[in-house]
């Protein structure tokens, strides 16, 4: 049981980073922790470097938590520790 919940929760951050990757995609405003006081979003047409590489980083590490949940949930990689 164990292991099919953390392969459940571990599949929802997956497809929750894929989605935030996405919509920023779409709007070119990507969200990128905090500058000083306020939240840093760098967009496709100011900063289109710092863009596609917070782009990037968001797809990859999705991409990277949806294939851990697979092979977790088949007992191939080791499963998320719950306690």
């Known amino acids: 049981m164990s292991r099919a919940l953390g392969s ?3 599949m929802l951050l997956g497809w929750g980073i894929l989605a935030v990757a996405w ?3 779409r709007k070119g405003v990507l ?3 905090n500058s000083g006081v306020r939240a840093y979003r760098p967009t496709r047409a100011h900063h289109p470097l710092v ?3 917070f782009l990037t980083l968001y797809l990859c590490s999705g991409a990277a ?3 851990w949940s697979v092979l977790s949930f088949f007992g ?3 499963p998320l520790s719950l306690s």
């Open 23 to 25: 919509q920023g995609y």
């Open 31 to 33: 969200p990128a922790g």
């Open 8 to 10: 459940v929760i571990l």
């Open 65 to 67: 938590l949806c294939v």
């Open 51 to 53: 863009f596609h590489f």
């Open 76 to 78: 191939v990689a080791p």
